[in-house]
């Protein structure tokens, strides 16, 4: 199996069909052109390529002429997303549904991991969604009338999939994109009333959103973006403004945890807009808060805290929607926990992480296994660092035992808060442990 391309670099090589030597030559040549060197070579494009350095301004600028990109594009979209080979959502519109859906079951097989939705483009997809009005759904003539029995079946079997514990979660994948080709073949091709049109989308929208976050889990990003524009198109097509901006907030999700705050920020606002319904309210405004957060702004982060937590304890008249319905105390409190601890108050955060994680039902251990590394790296800040190892070991644990690479992700990502205390007994196991899996 090929290595995926884990590079907006490396993706715009292939593009052209350039070797690394390839581009150390074509840059040599751009800065002979201003009398200049470039000081290129393999091993510089190959540490640009797995991130271990970002090219300074003079090379990316010798780049940028090489690939024929705009000085106003590297300005605005910074290193390495003004590289071409970047996506562009689709507008909103019923002529566009099937297309995002057929193209989100191709990129589930692309190599590439990056993300490639610009801040730009996101953000005009969102203002997009917060003014248009949904179409009516006209019923497709090119084939056999859909029957009520087989959606109901795909329905059922759907949810029977998604409520499987987290441990028998990662062996179904596969059954969820079968059952997102079927349902994405019966709106192209069948033949159905305006209800069950509504159906079948709002089926292909729940089932791109799971299907994208198990990309995301795995790390890729460009995946789970298209899935997610996918179901951003099919809840449009339904009429479902919750499920639209669960979606958004999702793309927000993935912009924090990929280091772009500000982008989730903006997502999030354009995402309240178009929900009413509490317990989605409180997620959006938590999400909200851990990006503000993240941007050190701490009055906004508050108010978005205590707007979560107001908005969870209404009692609604309606279910939640089903992509936030897990949404509740433990959440509220971990969640609230990060936020502290981004912002420096370490004991406040360490209460607020532990209550949560005795609060959080055993069925989530995904869930589990992220908030665990919150509490470790609360551990460390406050130098409890037998205390740190324990957790730690028992996050990687869980998250070996049912399949779970974002978490071991966010554990390796403590490694280097780990490397002082080497002499303490377990350290050099769990970094030996992390260097090999």
Same mark, same amino acid.
């Given at each position: ?161 998604t409520a499987l514990p987290t441990e028998q979660r990662q062996h179904t ?113 938590l999400r909200r808060a851990r990006a503000h957060a993240a941007l050190g ?43 502290? %601890? $981004? &912002?420096?108050?370490?004991?406040? @955060?360490?209460?607020? *992480? +532990?209550?949560?994680?005795? /609060?959080? !039902? ?19 800040q406050s130098k409890n660092v037998e205390q740190a190892l324990a957790v730690?070991?028992?996050? %990687? $644990? &869980?998250?070996?035992?049912?399949? @779970?690479?974002?978490? *071991? +992700?966010?554990?390796?990502? /403590?490694? !280097? ?21």
């Amino acid at each position: 199996m090929d290595d995926p391309i884990r590079h907006p670099l490396a993706h715009a090589r292939e593009l052209r069909g350039w070797s690394q030597g390839d581009l150390v030559s074509f840059l040599a040549r751009a800065a002979r052109g201003h009398g200049l060197r470039s000081g290129a070579d393999k091993a510089a494009v190959s540490r640009w390529e797995n991130g271990r350095k970002t090219p300074n301004t003079d090379s990316q600028l010798l780049i940028a002429e090489v690939f024929g990109v705009p000085l106003s594009e590297m300005e605005t979209y910074g290193w390495p997303y003004w590289l071409p080979g970047r996506d562009e959502p689709l507008l909103l519109g019923a002529v566009r549904t099937v297309q995002a859906l057929h193209d989100a079951q191709r990129a589930s097989m692309d190599r590439r991991s990056f993300m490639t939705f610009s801040a730009i483009s996101l953000a005009g997809l969102a203002a997009h969604w917060a003014v248009i009005e949904p179409e009516r759904l006209a019923s497709a003539m090119g084939g056999k009338q859909v029957d009520a029995e087989l959606v109901d079946w795909l329905e059922d079997t759907s949810q029977q999939l998604t409520a499987l514990p987290t441990e028998q979660r990662q062996h179904t994948i596969r059954l969820m994109d079968a059952h997102l080709a079927t349902v994405t073949d019966l709106i192209e091709d069948g033949r159905y009333s305006e209800g069950t049109g509504r159906r079948l989308h709002l089926l292909a929208a729940s089932l791109a959103t799971t299907c994208g976050w198990y990309r995301f889990d795995q790390g890729r990003h460009w995946a789970a973006g298209k899935l997610w524009e996918a179901a951003l198109q099919s809840a449009h097509a339904a009429g479902d403004r919750d499920h639209g901006a669960g979606v958004l907030s999702d793309f927000a999700y993935q912009a924090n945890w990929l280091g772009e705050p500000k982008v989730s920020v903006d997502q999030l606002g354009y995402a309240l807009s178009g929900t009413v319904h509490p317990t989605a309210r409180s997620l959006l405004f938590l999400r909200r808060a851990r990006a503000h957060a993240a941007l050190g702004e701490r009055t906004a982060c508050y108010r978005d805290l205590s707007e979560a937590e107001s908005a969870l304890a209404i009692e609604a008249a309606d279910p939640a929607p089903g992509w936030c319905a897990w949404m509740g105390p433990a959440d509220l409190a971990v969640d609230s926990g990060q936020c502290l %601890l $981004d &912002l420096g108050r370490t004991e406040a @955060a360490h209460t607020r *992480i +532990t209550e949560g994680l005795a /609060l959080l !039902p055993r069925t989530r251990d995904k869930t589990r296994g992220v908030f665990l590394t919150y509490q470790a790296r609360s551990h460390l800040q406050s130098k409890n660092v037998e205390q740190a190892l324990a957790v730690t070991s028992e996050s %990687l $644990d &869980l998250a070996t035992r049912i399949g @779970a690479p974002r978490c *071991i +992700t966010l554990v390796r990502d /403590l490694v !280097p808060a780990f490397k002082p205390y080497r002499n303490v007994d377990g350290i050099p196991e769990l970094l030996e442990r992390l260097r090999v899996c």
